[in-house]
């Protein structure tokens, strides 16, 4: 049972690590917001950010 824990937390850490930089900047921003905001204010800067993001650098592209 603890080797699975282990197992799912690693896989979860080798995740993240495997995100651009700015993605991970990004979801901790998102997740700090959540502390002092309301599910409505959260569900704005997400969109917001959301938006901003695919048109940065490390965005979408139709190339890929």
Sequence with gaps: ELEEVD??????IDFICSNAPE???TTKHILNYFEDHSQSE????TIKTIA????GAEGFCLDR
């Excluded at 197992?7 to 979860?12: C, Y």
């Excluded at 959260?42 to 800067?45: N, V």
């Excluded at 901003?52 to 048109?55: L, N, S």
């Design 7 to 12: 197992d799912f937390i690693q896989s979860k």
């Design 42 to 45: 959260i569900k704005k800067e």
């Design 52 to 55: 901003e993001k695919r048109v």
């Design 23 to 25: 993605a991970v900047r």
